[in-house]
């Protein structure tokens, strides 16, 4: 089954007719080439001062954040960086880690983009370095390189055998079904999965004029699921309206619709300010852009500064917390 793969598990393990999209959007490709990157310095080839040249400035970053990660907790021993050298097989499947320190029975796998759930993911590649090296025991350190944070999983034979065959049964269980959830955007059945459409007329439902909004609201599990509805019919709107944006644009009609140009926002280069900068005044440019943001400043200065001149870390100012929902993964 080609949706049977150790990096799909966790997206299975929540909704077991999930299926991958064959291309891979912007975030993917940023992925690939930072995978290429974290390889290629940990093994020292000359690929790296290239790739160096291919990546922005904050991506070199996480790079070198995630390769000092592995130099702290990958231990004296040999470490294998090489493709072929990581490939894993468990249970009829194969995947790749990133990274691995036989001797320490650790793996690495580097993680970019926003932070999800990779257990399953995980437990698939430790059960296959178990069986490999008849341990019965393996770690598993998880890169997240933006957030610069480092999860630790450790898995028994058991425990990983048990998660990974549960998720695979479910997968093959001919009366499966599909569940909504934060994986459809990846999905290739999100414009035709049953589930969700269904999930979208319950946010329909609120068009009834019988329908009380109330009562919604003072019951959590009603609350719950009408917020989930409505997620999957934002989700329907946007691909309805890139839609409508290409048919206007390309001369038909959309009752009901109509393009409005929007003026693009004016700017000007930061070449051209720093050319001025000493004219204008550097307290009036600075003000004139704002507050940077505290992880920009503690990353250029760990780029600039000496090694001895520490971060004056009373600087900084956090403002309020605030709130904001996030669908779970069920």
Request: glycine share 10%.
């Amino acid at each position: 089954m080609s949706a049977l793969r150790p990096s799909s598990l966790p997206k299975l393990a929540v909704c077991p007719c999930f299926e991958g999209r064959a291309e891979g959007g912007a975030d993917a490709r940023r992925g690939i080439l930072l995978d290429r990157a974290f390889r290629a310095e940990l093994s020292g080839s000359e690929e790296r001062l290239a790739l160096r040249e291919q990546l922005a400035a904050g991506d070199n970053a996480a790079v070198a954040w995630a390769v000092g990660e592995v130099r702290r907790l990958a231990g004296p021993g040999r470490l294998l960086v090489r493709e072929e050298d990581c490939s894993i097989t468990m249970l009829g499947l194969r995947g790749t880690a990133d990274a691995i320190a036989p001797e320490a029975m650790v793996l690495f796998d580097l993680k970019s983009g926003l932070r999800y759930s990779c257990t399953e993911q995980m437990a698939a590649y430790a059960l296959g370095m178990m069986e490999a090296r008849f341990t019965g025991s393996w770690t598993c350190h998880v890169l997240h390189c933006d957030q610069r944070e480092t999860e630790t999983l450790r898995f028994t034979h058991e425990e990983a055998r048990r998660m990974v065959t549960g998720v695979i049964g479910a997968v093959r269980d001919p009366g499966r079904q599909p569940v909504p959830c934060l994986y459809c955007m990846w999905c290739a059945k999100e414009e035709t999965c049953g589930a969700r459409r269904s999930t979208a007329t319950e946010a329909l439902a609120s068009m009834d004029p019988g329908f009380d909004f109330a009562a919604v609201a003072a019951d959590p599990a009603r609350l719950g699921r009408f917020l989930s509805a409505c997620a999957v019919l934002g989700e329907f709107r946007e691909k309805a309206a890139e839609a409508a944006i290409a048919i206007l644009r390309s001369g038909g009609s959309v009752p009901g619709w109509e393009l409005v140009e929007v003026p693009g926002e004016e700017s000007v280069g930061a070449e051209t300010v720093g050319h001025h900068i000493a004219a204008l005044g550097f307290g009036p440019v600075l003000a004139a852009f704002g507050d940077m943001p505290a992880a920009s400043f503690r990353r250029l200065w760990a780029e600039r500064m000496p090694g001895d001149r520490p971060f004056p870390g009373h600087t900084v100012r956090c403002a309020e917390p605030t709130f904001q929902l996030r669908r779970t993964t069920t």
